[in-house]
């Protein structure tokens, strides 16, 4: 079904896509302007542009320190396209009119429908209000717990902004902070590494909005259901055992680097070391620069950032369903099954394909990226221009220093990384082709083709 708009038809994915890059173009013409700078100078378009795709599509990637470079005004813009881009502008104008009692029609309640990811109608309204009171409740949860640490060290106004804004940040997995308004610019959350509430909560709001709100939906009507869904399953279990894997992977690579966990005391490693393996798959935020990462742990964290977080979340990557069942299609396979079986569940076999296809997709735009920018640009290693790229495009937003040091070309296409990343590069690519819906190809026999592979 497509959405008409005076008199054109549009399908949900281009509605929201057209959502968000119209919050960006404003961001942009916004950012631009000398007020929403420190120094009252226009912002270059292009590091605006840059700057307010990576907020929109809560990715984290900057070419300024947020709270050294831009002014009150211009942070307030940065944050308001973060909570835009997490909760998606469909899903806050859906709520607004559920809220007013507006009978919304059957078009309007498809895109909305998309926009929080859900198949059906029937639930939309609830889980629409469901998305809006988790996240308000998390990021004010959040906010008063993180003004415990921020206060006494830098007073009520700046704490509790400071609060408010990494909250709303940490949850959104977006990775903006503004600590540059009291710590040295671009230290970011490393000033708080010893800070055990810090770490603790602004892991907690990570991972509450990389879990996604139907896996939180689902737990918390648990109590009644009595079980949880194939899909809460398979996001908390891969969750954990990604977050145990990269924890592990970092301390064993990084235990001697003196530039990240080197010099730390034992528990402190074991601290930073959880504390990127959370963040490194989707928020952005660190503890120490990932640009002083071992070389051989910036391929495994592209692994991570790779597999991303929950459907229907916040975060960005492949998704860990996604991942889960291409992964438990290989073991079918060895185990000489020929369906896709999780938890004793058959998995039908065109979201094997659909699976397939965005893993094929993200890869390639991530290595087509990845040469184009090598190229482009000069005296940058190959592995933080694939490290930078894949940040971009599973909306991550830590940085190896390519964003800042390239060139128009090399921002433009991180940009464009952004985006795919965050609509999602199947929905990126039916919301504007003009192929997608015809049924024709359904009434079509092929003769089958064989094949020798492997």
Request: hydrophobic fraction near 50%; aromatic fraction near 12%; proline fraction near 3%.
């Amino acid at each position: 079904m497509k959405v008409k708009i005076k008199n054109k038809q549009y399908r949900p994915s281009t509605v929201i896509s057209l959502s968000l890059i119209a919050v960006i173009a404003v961001g942009t013409f916004l950012l631009t302007m000398p007020f929403s700078s420190v120094s009252r100078e226009f912002t270059p378009p292009i590091d605006a542009f840059f700057t307010a795709v990576s907020a929109t599509c809560v990715t984290g990637l900057s070419i300024y320190d947020t709270g050294s470079y831009w002014s009150l005004f211009g942070q307030i813009v940065i944050i308001i396209m973060i909570q835009i881009g997490g909760l998606g502008l469909v899903t806050i104008a859906s709520f607004f009119r559920f809220m007013i009692r507006k009978k919304m029609e059957l078009r309007s309640m498809q895109v909305a429908s998309e926009s929080v990811n859900t198949s059906g109608f029937y639930d939309v309204k609830e889980l629409v209000r469901h998305v809006i009171k988790v996240t308000f409740f998390c990021e004010i949860t959040g906010a008063v717990l993180l003004c415990a640490a921020f206060i006494p060290k830098y007073g009520v106004l700046k704490g509790i902004y400071i609060s408010v804004y990494t909250a709303v940040s940490a949850f959104c997995n977006a990775g903006f902070d503004v600590m540059g308004l009291v710590e040295e610019p671009g230290s970011g959350l490393a000033s708080c590494a010893d800070n055990p509430l810090v770490v603790i909560v602004t892991c907690m709001l990570i991972s509450a909005g990389g879990l996604g709100f139907y896996v939180w939906q689902d737990i918390m009507t648990y109590r009644s259901k009595k079980r949880l869904s194939l899909q809460s399953k398979l996001v908390i279990y891969f969750t954990l055992a990604l977050i145990i894997l990269g924890m592990v992977t970092t301390l064993v690579i990084e235990w001697n680097n003196e530039n990240t966990i080197g010099n730390e005391s034992v528990i402190q490693k074991i601290a930073h070391g959880f504390f990127y393996s959370v963040a490194m798959r989707t928020a952005g935020f660190a503890t120490f620069d990932p640009a002083e990462l071992m070389p051989l742990m910036k391929i495994f964290s592209i692994g991570f950032m790779f597999i991303g977080g929950a459907p229907g979340s916040t975060a960005g990557g492949i998704k860990i369903t996604t991942f889960a069942v291409v992964v438990m299609t290989v073991v079918s396979v060895i185990r000489g099954k020929s369906d896709t079986v999780i938890m004793g569940r058959k998995v039908d076999k065109d979201l094997v394909y659909k699976s397939l296809s965005i893993i094929v997709i993200f890869f390639t735009l991530i290595l087509v990226t990845s040469i184009v920018i090598f190229y482009v640009s000069t005296d940058i290693d190959g592995v933080d221009v694939a490290y930078e790229v894949t940040s971009a495009m599973a909306t991550v937003g830590y940085t190896a220093g390519v964003s800042a040091e390239g060139g128009v070309w090399s921002k433009l296409l991180l940009a464009l990384n952004m985006f795919i990343g965050r609509i999602g590069p199947i929905s990126f690519a039916i919301a504007f082709s003009s192929g997608y819906g015809n049924t024709k190809s359904k009434n079509e026999v092929y003769p089958e083709a064989k094949l020798m592979i492997g």
